[in-house]
């Protein structure tokens, strides 16, 4: 019976991270840096939390509309030839 | 880059092989985060022929099969700060004292992306996004460029930077946090977030 109560405490109690510390974690999982264990907790914790699923998804959209909207420049055409002259000139 | 104290001594051809296969493939990430240091394409045209011409001078002082992109990376940013913002009128450094300190992570601002929804980011268009990013001061700029664009670890932007994983942590915390203001004060101005 104690045994059986020292597990449920363990993995109700003790297996489930708090608010505070999901959110800590948030960046090291969207920047891909959590260790298995951080990422497991992680997600175990916005399973049952939508508040910081919420705050979780939008860090994530942040990320996605950094790398997929901002508009790229075109490097100008002479540059790489003026880079290659240069070398040649003060080799 | 601990590579960096080790000299190899290439020949002239191994140069040449070096540069054009692991130095100019990355020519347009390096002048896409010149033009996002300094906003003008001539400026970026000087700084990234700046960084290739270092690149090659100190070419022994590169170690084949390491991270050709954050060595180049490195001098960019060292060539920007030493030389090009100097000249430039760029306004001074952010004090990292108080902005620094300012992360705790015993005191995650959770309201501070309360208001800002994901479907608000999503119809954000690129001009939008851009004016929010170039209004974060350099430093802070830096990080989101580094981390976010160009998808660099932490510990490549702390060698990259010369911080310690802490700080670039910290400091990305901190330039997400400016960025959020800066989306939501723009998510209110065009009335999205109603």
Redesign the interface.
Known sequence: MATNLFIWIKQNLFGQITCQRCLELLELITDGEASPEEERQFRKHIDDCLPCLETYNLEKSIKEMLRNKLEKKQVPEDLILSIKEKIRNTA | MSAEKVKQDYT?IEKERI?EKEF?PH??SM??FA?RLTFD?DD??DL??DT??KA??FLNSFQQGTNAKAWLFRILKNSFINDFRKKSKQPPKVDYQEVETFYN??N?D?SM?TD???ET??H???DE??NA?NALAVDFRTV?IL???EGF??EEMSKILDIPIGTV?SR??RA?NL??DK?RTYAKSMGYNK
Do not use: P, W
């Open positions: 002239n540069f100019l020519i347009s002048f896409n033009y394409e970026a045209k990234v022929q290739y011409l090659f001078r992570s015993d995650v959770v992306t800002l929804r994901v980011v999503q954000m268009i690129g996004v851009s990013l989101i981390c976010d664009l670890t932490y942590r990305l915390h997400r960025l959020k989306l």
